[in-house]
C-alpha cells in the first residue's frame, strides 16, 4: 500500500513507545485518524513545541522549558530539603502526592555494576556540590527497592556522611493496597517497621 | 509547574489514546523527550504529514492518500471479490494475512439497534451499489462473530441476495491457538464445523 507510506511509517514510531505494540499502535493511529482536528494536529502541534522547548534543569535534572526549573526556581521550595530520586516519572509522581515541599535532585539512574553506571554518569558529583552550596539540612533518598536503589543510596549516603541528615522513605503498605496484591518483600518490610496502634 | 505546561498537556493527550492511561502515556512522553531526535521530532512531522493527507478511499472507505486507494486503483485486485469488513483494522489484519487478493468495502462499524446505528450509517448502500456497478462475482463478509456483526451480515445478505455469490470465514481455532485461550463460542465453533482427517 503505497499510498499509506507515511501511515505505515507513523505506525512503526508508535510502535516503539513504551507501553505500546503493534496492534496498539494501529489502533491509536486509527483513532487519531479519525480524530484529526481534536487529537492528531493538536498533538503533533505539542510535539514539536516539546521538541523544541523541552530541557533538563541544570540545576537538578528535572525536565522544564527553562535552564532552571519552575521548583528550583521558586523560593517557596527553598525548605533546606532535597528529595534525591532515580528518574524524572519519580519526581512527577512525588509532585502528584503534593506531600514535599522542598526541592529534587534527579539522579538519572543508579550505580549499577553489570550496566557499567558509576557515580560520574548520574548527577551524584552535582548533588555533593549543591549540599555544600545551597543550605541543604536534609537529603531524602527516595531510591527504588532493588538492589541497585539501595547501592546508590549506601554511596551516596557515604558521599554525605556528617554533612546533612540522610533520610530514605518509609516502606510498607501503599493506603488502599490489598495484602494479596503485594510482593513478599513489601510485606516482610512493613511487618518489620509495623507500630503499636 | 508552569514551565512543563506544555508537557503535561502532551501527557493529557497521549493518555486519550486508546491502550495508554496516565501512566503510559507519562512514560512514553519521558521516553519520547529523552529521544528527541530519533522519535519525538520525527513523530511530530509524521503526525503533521499524516493530518494533512490522510483521507477516505472514495469506494471502498479505506484510509490512504489518495481519492481512490491503491488497492481499488490496482486492476490486479479486480479479481470480482469483494471483502467486507467493519473497520479499517480489520482491512489491515487481511492484508497482513496477505491471503485474499480481491477488493474491500469498509462499513465503518455495524448495525445497531442500541446505538441507532442504521445501514445508510454503514455505507451499506454504497456496497449495493458496487455490487451492480463493479464486476462483483463474490462478497465475502469478515464480520465480527458478534450479535451485532451477525446482524449486519444478514442484513447485508439479504440486500445482495441472488445478485452475487455471499461467504463468510470459516470459524475455529486460530493457528497456533491454545484452546485454554479461546472463548467458549470459538471452541464450540470450531467443534460444530469440524472436519474429518
Ligand atoms: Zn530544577
Ligand atoms: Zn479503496
Redesign the pocket.
Known amino acids: 500500500m503505497n499510498s499509506t507510506r507515511d501511515i505505515d511509517a507513523l505506525i512503526d514510531m508508535m510502535a516503539r513507545l513504551p507501553g505500546l505494540g503493534p496492534r496498539s499502535a494501529r489502533r491509536a493511529v486509527l483513532h487519531m485518524i479519525r480524530k484529526r482536528a481534536l487529537l492528531l494536529t493538536p498533538l503533533a502541534d505539542l510535539m514539536q513545541t516539546v521538541a523544541a522547548t523541552a530541557r533538563e534543569?541544570a540545576?537538578?535534572g528535572?525536565i522544564g522549558s527553562t535552564e532552571?526549573?519552575d521548583?528550583?526556581a521558586s523560593g517557596k521550595r527553598a525548605n533546606g530539603q532535597v528529595c534525591v530520586v532515580e528518574d524524572v516519572a519519580d519526581l512527577w509522581a512525588m509532585e502528584r502526592g503534593q506531600a514535599f515541599r522542598g526541592r529534587?535532585h534527579v539522579l538519572g539512574g543508579t550505580l549499577s555494576a553489570l550496566d557499567q553506571v558509576g557515580p560520574d554518569a548520574l548527577r551524584i558529583p552535582q548533588l555533593v556540590a549543591r549540599v555544600t552550596e545551597e543550605e541543604v539540612t536534609e537529603v531524602i533518598l527516595a531510591l527504588g527497592a532493588t538492589v541497585d536503589g539501595q547501592t546508590t543510596a549506601h554511596y551516596i549516603a557515604d558521599q554525605l556522611d556528617g554533612q546533612v541528615t540522610l533520610t530514605t522513605l518509609a516502606q510498607g503498605v501503599p493506603i488502599g493496597g490489598e495484602l494479596d496484591y503485594l510482593d513478599d518483600g513489601t510485606i516482610g518490610a512493613a511487618l518489620a517497621a509495623r507500630k503499636s496502634l
Do not use: S
Request: aromatic letters at 12%.
Open positions: 534543569c540545576r537538578c528535572n532552571i526549573c521548583i528550583c529534587y
